[in-house]
Structures are given as structure tokens and as C-alpha cells.
Nanobody
Framework: QVQLVESGGGLVQPGGSLRLSCAAPGFPRDFEVVGWFRQAPGKEREGVSCLSSSDASSSYADSVKGRFSTSGDKAKHIVYLQMNSLKAEDTARYYC????????????????????WGQGTQVTVSS
């Protein structure tokens, strides 16, 4: 079963930055898109960003546009999420997953992913 592995979370002050990593052995050959998602306590999981494997284009949720960016290292099979200007409301557990389209990541409540959800990595933004 496909399962991507997230890392890089931690505690950061408001306004700070973090870079998350997603180990994705099937990127870019087997996955059309790799998306980042997050889930805060008591809230539904939401799509944050997506990266197209074919042309490296990316899309973002409105809540993070201009602050987050996603990129991939094809040789290392890693997808990154660079998070800048972090806010308290960015506090959540962050997950990455492979999907067929960015629509699955950003526009559906229950995205169909390849394989299983990973454990995620916790990001806490607090002073």
C-alpha cells in the first residue's frame, strides 16, 4: 500500500517559517499530483496545496495563498511545503497524499488518494 511520510513539523512563533517534507517514493513517476492537507482539532481535513508531477505547477487554498509554497525534488522523491508568515490558525496536523488531480486536493471534502493516509506532522504556531 502506498503511504507517504511527512516530517518537519514543530513549534514556531507567529510570523515564523517552517518547511515540511513529504517522502513520496512514487513521485513523480507514479503520481499525477501530490497534495498537502491539514486538520485542526475539531475541524474537517482541508486541502492546502497541490503540486503537479508533470509540469510542477501548483495551486493553493485561499487561506494560505501568498504564504505557502510547494515544490518537489524529483531525484530525491520528496515534496516540500514551505510555510512563511505563519499564523495561529495554521496550527494543525499536516498530511501529504498523492491524488489524481488538484481538484481532489482543494475542492473535495473527501479526496480519493492513492493508498493510505500517513501519520502526519504537527505544526503549532504559538507565542
Amino acid at each position: 500500500q502506498v503511504q507517504l511520510v511527512e516530517s518537519g513539523g514543530g513549534l514556531v512563533q507567529p510570523g515564523g517559517s517552517l518547511r515540511l517534507s513529504c517522502a513520496a517514493p512514487g513521485f513523480p513517476r507514479d503520481f499525477e499530483v501530490v497534495g498537502w492537507f491539514r486538520q485542526a482539532p475539531g475541524k474537517e481535513r482541508e486541502g492546502v496545496s497541490c503540486l503537479s508531477s508533470s509540469d510542477a505547477s501548483s495551486s493553493y487554498a485561499d487561506s494560505v495563498k501568498g504564504r505557502f509554497s510547494t515544490s518537489g525534488d524529483k531525484a530525491k522523491h520528496i515534496v516540500y511545503l514551505q510555510m512563511n508568515s505563519l499564523k495561529a490558525e495554521d496550527t494543525a496536523r499536516y498530511y501529504c497524499a498523492a491524488t489524481r488531480t488538484c481538484y481532489e486536493v482543494l475542492r473535495t471534502a473527501h479526496p480519493q488518494i492513492y493508498g493510505l493516509w500517513g501519520q502526519g506532522t504537527q505544526v503549532t504556531v504559538s507565542s
